[in-house]
Every structure is written in C-alpha cells, then in structure tokens.
C-alpha cells in the first residue's frame, strides 16, 4: 500500500483546515442575516403596535359616522316630505277659510246658515290648531336634525384631520414592512435560509405554506408577523 508522503498530509489537513473554517464562517454569517432579520423584524412590529390600535379606533370612528350620516340621509327626506304635507293641508285650510268667509257674512237673519257657518268655523278652528301643534313638531325636527348635522360635521371635520396626521405616520411604516416582507420572502427561498432551518430543531412546517399562508393576501401587518414568527422559531431552535 502506497505511504502518503508527510508533506501531502500536512497538505490535505490544511486544506481540510480551510475549508472548514470556510463553512463555519459562511454559517456564521447566515446566522448573522437571519438576526438582522429578525431585529428588523422586531423593531417594525414595536412600531406596527404603537400604530394598529389607532387605526383600530379610526376605523371604528369612520364606521360609526357611516352610520351617522345614512341616519341622517334617511331622516331629513322624512322630514321634508312631512313639511310637504304640512304646507299643503294649510292651503288647504287657509282655501276653506276663504270660501267660508265669502259664503258667510258676518249677520244673518237665516239660522241655518248661521249653523252652518259656525259648525265651519268651528272645524277651520280645530284644523288649525291642529296644524299649529304640527308645525311646532316640525319646527322641533328640524332644529334637532340641523343640531345633529351640525355634530356630524364638526365630528367627521375631527376626525378627517386626526386620521389624515395618522395616515402620514402610517404611509412610511407600511413602506418600510413591504420592502422588509419582499426581502425576507426572497430570504425565506434562499439556499443559505433553508440550511439554517435544517440545521434547526423548529418543527418542519413553521415555515411551511400552511403556517405562512399568501402572504399577498393579508394585511402588510399580519405577514410581517408570519414572517417574523418563522424566522424567530428558526433562530431560537439553532444549536448555540
């Protein structure tokens, strides 16, 4: 059997050395990236939790003055179809009131006609005092409905405002986690990221589509989380 001379041993052991301490290395720094990832990560989420429960409220505000306005929407056409009404029983009051004077002089000598003319009367009396009564309720619904409005529009003015402040803290946020989502998905297909979960002890579907889910399709919030929790998982599960 042909001796490997010293100096060829010597050799290959060094080499072998080297290329060991190369793949340490380049463990070393895939290591090192998925971290980086991962306090990005972290930082984009303790922002996201300052500003998700605002967008919450926000939300649930804009909702709510939805409501407010389709309210408002479906009131004031009521009220004006009752005003419409209103005005068109008092022609129609005031019309009787004039035919009765024309037909009724002030004295006659004929006590069926002076029945008659005061049974008129008093009907024309009782319509209007009706009408009053009306018109007063009318008078009350449109108050209440330009109050209403009016708090309407101070509220939605409010709240038009503070959410245009928020969207502007909102806007950079959102762009800082899709350009941290696009770049952590094309690290979640790299070779050097799938190494790093082999050699990790996370359960094999932490990363896995079903955990993951389309990522497209959710919220920038929710897949930076998935994302986030994966590379977490992958981290916490490599050997020190």
């Known amino acids: 059997m042909p001796v490997a001379h010293p100096r060829c041993v010597l050799l290959c052991a060094f080499i072998c050395s080297i ?3 190369m793949a340490s290395a380049a463990a070393e720094a895939d290591r090192l990236k998925l971290d980086a990832f991962v306090q990005e990560g972290d930082l984009l989420l303790e922002e996201v939790a300052k500003l998700e429960p605002v967008s919450a409220q926000l939300a649930a ?11 408002l929407r479906e009131v004031s056409p ?10 068109g029983e ?3 009051l005031e019309k009787s009131a004039a035919a009765r004077q024309a037909r009724c ?3 006659s000598a004929d006590n069926t006609l002076v029945e008659s003319c005061n ?9 209007s005092q009706r009408l009053a009564g009306v018109r007063d309720q009318l008078h009350a619904r449109r108050s209440e409905l ?4 009016e708090r309407y529009n101070r509220e939605h003015q409010d709240w038009a405002a503070r959410k245009r402040a928020h969207d502007k803290l909102v806007a950079p946020n959102k762009s800082d986690v899709d350009y941290w989502v696009q770049r952590a998905s094309e690290y979640l297909a790299s070779p050097a990221f799938k190494s790093l979960y082999v050699a990790s002890s996370v359960d094999p579907g932490t990363c896995g589509p079903d955990k993951l ?3 497209k399709a959710v919220q920038y919030s929710e897949a930076l989380r998935r994302l986030q929790d994966c590379f977490r998982s992958v981290r916490a599960g490599l050997p020190e």
């Open 19 to 21: 290329s060991a301490g």
């Open 61 to 71: 505000e804009g909702k709510a003055l939805d409501q407010s306005e389709a309210e």
């Open 78 to 87: 009521a009220l004006d179809a009752d005003i419409r009404k209103y005005n």
């Open 90 to 92: 008092l022609a129609a």
């Open 105 to 107: 002089p002030k004295e």
């Open 119 to 127: 049974a008129q009367a008093a009907q024309l009396n009782a319509e």
């Open 146 to 149: 330009n109050q209403r409005v």
């Open 213 to 215: 889910g389309d990522l």
